[in-house]
């Protein structure tokens, strides 16, 4: 920190001379004034990033714990063979360097023994928790490709549960806080996501991947670097959004620390109550959130047991008395009219959403952990909502039957107790119909689209990445996974027995493998499920034919005509209400021939036997 105390600080008498990488940070000093807030500017040289290596050459005199928490080794170098494979002007791929400048940068700045303290440093002790461990810092931003800047003092904080174990990970998150206890603003302004304009935020988690990383160890039948693709979770919130709810929005930097490069991170929206409130609105006093453990994280737990509560008398209750339950769960009378009397519990459509994509994707680290349901207590909405969180662990070779999971107090438990429901089985099939039919946001080329989009923002990147952190665990023993996957085509991990100094090579093999075979198979293969399960029906839902082709949903022209195409009885509505009452009487028009639509209309269809 630059003050007259600091021996470190020099006063300023003449325009400093910089020549390698720099973090300057200055403040201003009168007599009887408060000192003025911190100004930090980061001087990036890229040269300096080639030949990375502090422990050997420190920079500017600066020293480097040699061991971290736990004896383990401190890793701080970029590896030399990638700076050799990639090199300038590479004629058949991107040199490294311009995977250094493919995507916008942060610079954090901490005060040297704040961060790198032996003993009291943040990251060298990344198990460490509690406020003893927050730190007042410095972020800055900006875009190589299209000049944004920003520069704002933060306080920070390490990130994560088992991820701060250095045995597990060496490269760790972090989290920052803007407020005005670090000399910062209380909210961040600026559009720091792609894919959204949202402008507000109060805390930002800056992930580092843990089991989706070349720098993750190998658990057996669960991860290992040689798989590691990156964008595994951020997909995993893409899709969400995709379904029409809401998650923590992302996008990807890289990350430089006191002026050390430190790899590809993602900035992400954490979900806690302000970021609820300001993005559902009211006072984030008013929302409760449970996640993970089945833990408080804000407000009160009181809604979220008396939903479970609910569900465990519905998992119980006859046929006709568990309709009756899954209709107060909503907050509705039996018929399905809405109960002015009876508060929502659960937002049964989004968590129908959040359910379908997390089988989907087969992800292991879920539902006893890794989530997070929220509710307005004093504006319910229509209930809780669900949101996905830290999903690394999926799309990937063991296509994960996760249909059955009922873990008590979970997500899990929830989705077990409803199925005792007509109700919701009918609702549930309803969902996987418009996600994972006729153009949905699961559908196989949709789903592709997601990914390789996230891949393309990346692929540049790796290098950097992998010049960082790719020797992470090179020469450690690698199991092959131990079962066979569903298709039975004896999916292994790819590669050797040993790992190989993880390359944008091996990257790219991963990232291929999720786009052209798990997205190929997963969703046959969630419907072969869900049907055993009764969770889809067997009777087919109407297709919708205008002028003799597939069509569901676009631009309907003057004189085209609509099919409905079923077995059975086709019954539509055209004002988007449902064809069917609750309790299954038919209530829409019965389909005798082609439509011709004079407006814009929802038209719904069902087709019973």
């Given at each position: 920190?630059?003050a007259?105390a600091?021996?470190?600080?020099?006063?300023?008498?003449?325009?400093?001379?910089?020549?390698?990488?720099?973090?300057?940070?200055?403040?201003?000093?009168?007599?009887?004034?408060?000192?003025?807030?911190?100004?930090?500017?980061?001087?990036?040289?890229?040269?300096?990033?080639?030949?990375?290596?502090?422990l050997?050459?420190?920079?500017h005199?600066e020293?480097?714990?040699?061991?971290?928490?736990?004896?383990?080794?401190?890793d701080?170098?970029?590896?030399?063979?990638?700076?050799?494979?990639?090199?300038?002007?590479?004629p058949?791929?991107?040199?490294?360097?311009?995977g250094?400048?493919?995507?916008?940068?942060?610079s954090?700045?901490l005060?040297?023994?704040d961060?790198?303290?032996?003993?009291?440093?943040?990251?060298?002790?990344?198990?460490?928790?509690?406020?003893?461990?927050?730190?007042?810092?410095?972020?800055?931003?900006?875009?190589?490709?299209l000049g944004?800047?920003?520069?704002?003092?933060?306080?920070v904080q390490?990130?994560?549960?088992?991820?701060?174990?250095?045995?597990r990970?060496?490269?760790?998150s972090?989290?920052?806080?803007?407020?005005?206890?670090?000399?910062?603003?209380?909210?961040?302004?600026?559009?720091?996501?792609?894919?959204?304009?949202?402008?507000?935020?109060?805390?930002?988690?800056?992930?580092?991947?843990?089991?989706?990383?070349?720098?993750?160890?190998?658990?057996?039948?669960?991860?290992?670097?040689?798989d590691?693709?990156?964008?595994?979770?951020?997909?995993?919130?893409?899709?969400?959004?995709?379904?029409?709810?809401?998650?923590?929005?992302?996008?990807?930097?890289h990350?430089?620390?006191?002026?050390?490069?430190?790899g590809l991170y993602?900035?992400?929206?954490?979900?806690?109550?302000?970021?609820l409130?300001?993005h559902?609105?009211?006072d984030?006093?008013?929302?409760?959130?449970?996640?993970?453990?089945n833990?408080?994280?804000?407000?009160?737990?009181t809604?979220?047991?008396?939903?479970?509560?609910?569900?465990?008398?519905?998992?119980?209750?006859?046929a006709?008395?568990?309709?009756v339950?899954f209709?107060?769960?909503?907050?509705?009378?039996?018929?399905?009219?809405?109960?002015?009397?009876?508060?929502?519990?659960?937002?049964?459509d989004?968590?129908?959403?959040?359910?379908?994509?997390?089988l989907?994707?087969g992800?292991?680290?879920?539902?006893?952990?890794?989530?997070?349901?929220?509710?307005?207590?004093?504006?319910?909405?229509?209930?809780?909502?669900?949101f996905t969180?830290?999903?690394?662990?999926?799309?990937?070779?063991?296509?994960?039957d996760?249909?059955e999971?009922?873990?008590?107090?979970t997500?899990?438990e929830?989705?077990?107790?409803?199925?005792?429901s007509g109700?919701?089985?009918?609702?549930?099939?309803?969902?996987?119909q418009?996600l994972?039919?006729?153009?949905?946001?699961?559908?196989?080329?949709?789903?592709?689209?997601?990914?390789?989009?996230?891949?393309?923002?990346?692929?540049?990147?790796?290098?950097g990445?992998?010049?960082r952190?790719?020797?992470?665990?090179?020469?450690?023993?690698?199991?092959p996974?131990?079962?066979?996957?569903p298709l039975?085509?004896?999916?292994v991990?790819?590669?050797?027995?040993?790992?190989?100094?993880m390359?944008?090579?091996?990257?790219r093999?991963?990232?291929?493998?999720?786009r052209?075979?798990?997205?190929?198979?997963?969703?046959?293969?969630?419907?072969?499920?869900?049907?055993?399960d009764?969770l889809?029906?067997?009777?087919a839902a109407?297709?919708?034919?205008v002028?003799?082709?597939p069509?569901?949903g676009?631009?309907?022209?003057?004189?085209?005509?609509?099919?409905?195409?079923?077995?059975?009885?086709?019954?539509?509505t055209?004002?988007?209400?449902?064809?069917?009452?609750?309790?299954?009487?038919?209530?829409?028009?019965?389909?005798?021939?082609?439509?011709?639509?004079?407006?814009?209309?929802?038209v719904?269809?069902?087709?019973?036997?």
């Amino acid at each position: 920190v630059p003050a007259p105390a600091n021996p470190a600080a020099v006063l300023y008498a003449a325009p400093p001379l910089i020549s390698t990488t720099t973090t300057l940070r200055a403040a201003a000093y009168r007599d009887d004034y408060e000192p003025s807030s911190i100004a930090t500017y980061s001087y990036l040289f890229l040269d300096d990033v080639l030949d990375q290596d502090p422990l050997n050459d420190p920079l500017h005199g600066e020293t480097y714990p040699a061991l971290w928490q736990g004896g383990f080794a401190g890793d701080y170098e970029v590896d030399s063979r990638i700076v050799a494979q990639w090199p300038d002007a590479n004629p058949s791929d991107y040199s490294l360097r311009d995977g250094l400048l493919a995507i916008p940068t942060i610079s954090l700045v901490l005060d040297h023994d704040d961060l790198w303290n032996a003993s009291t440093g943040i990251y060298p002790n990344a198990t460490s928790q509690g406020d003893f461990w927050r730190r007042a810092g410095s972020i800055e931003y900006f875009d190589p490709n299209l000049g944004e800047t920003l520069q704002v003092n933060v306080g920070v904080q390490m990130q994560g549960s088992a991820s701060r174990d250095n045995n597990r990970l060496l490269k760790h998150s972090f989290r920052l806080i803007f407020s005005s206890e670090f000399d910062g603003p209380g909210r961040l302004e600026f559009p720091l996501f792609d894919n959204s304009d949202f402008a507000d935020i109060n805390t930002v988690s800056l992930k580092a991947s843990f089991t989706d990383s070349f720098a993750t160890r190998t658990v057996v039948d669960r991860y290992s670097p040689i798989d590691s693709t990156y964008p595994r979770d951020v997909w995993m919130r893409d899709s969400q959004i995709a379904t029409g709810n809401l998650a923590g929005d992302s996008t990807y930097v890289h990350l430089y620390i006191n002026g050390l490069y430190w790899g590809l991170y993602w900035p992400s929206e954490r979900v806690d109550d302000a970021y609820l409130a300001s993005h559902l609105g009211g006072d984030p006093a008013d929302w409760d959130v449970v996640r993970d453990f089945n833990e408080l994280f804000r407000g009160e737990r009181t809604a979220y047991d008396a939903m479970l509560d609910l569900s465990r008398d519905l998992a119980s209750a006859g046929a006709s008395q568990a309709d009756v339950l899954f209709q107060q769960l909503q907050g509705k009378s039996p018929d399905g009219s809405v109960d002015p009397l009876t508060e929502p519990l659960l937002d049964v459509d989004n968590f129908i959403d959040y359910v379908v994509l997390h089988l989907y994707a087969g992800v292991e680290d879920w539902p006893s952990h890794n989530w997070y349901a929220a509710r307005n207590r004093v504006d319910p909405g229509s209930g809780f909502q669900f949101f996905t969180w830290d999903q690394e662990i999926g799309l990937d070779q063991l296509y994960r039957d996760r249909t059955e999971v009922d873990n008590a107090d979970t997500p899990g438990e929830l989705l077990a107790n409803l199925q005792n429901s007509g109700e919701f089985r009918l609702r549930f099939a309803d969902r996987v119909q418009k996600l994972l039919f006729n153009d949905g946001p699961l559908t196989e080329q949709a789903n592709r689209d997601r990914w390789d989009a996230r891949a393309a923002q990346i692929e540049a990147a790796i290098i950097g990445e992998s010049a960082r952190w790719g020797d992470a665990r090179e020469g450690q023993f690698i199991t092959p996974y131990s079962t066979l996957g569903p298709l039975g085509d004896g999916a292994v991990s790819p590669g050797a027995q040993v790992v190989p100094l993880m390359t944008v090579d091996h990257w790219r093999d991963s990232v291929a493998y999720v786009r052209d075979s798990f997205f190929a198979n997963a969703g046959d293969l969630l419907i072969d499920r869900l049907l055993n399960d009764g969770l889809f029906g067997t009777v087919a839902a109407p297709n919708f034919v205008v002028n003799g082709l597939p069509q569901h949903g676009g631009v309907f022209a003057a004189g085209d005509n609509l099919e409905l195409q079923a077995t059975g009885t086709v019954y539509f509505t055209l004002d988007g209400s449902d064809p069917r009452s609750v309790g299954g009487t038919p209530v829409g028009i019965v389909a005798t021939g082609p439509l011709t639509l004079q407006t814009t209309t929802v038209v719904h269809a069902r087709s019973l036997l």
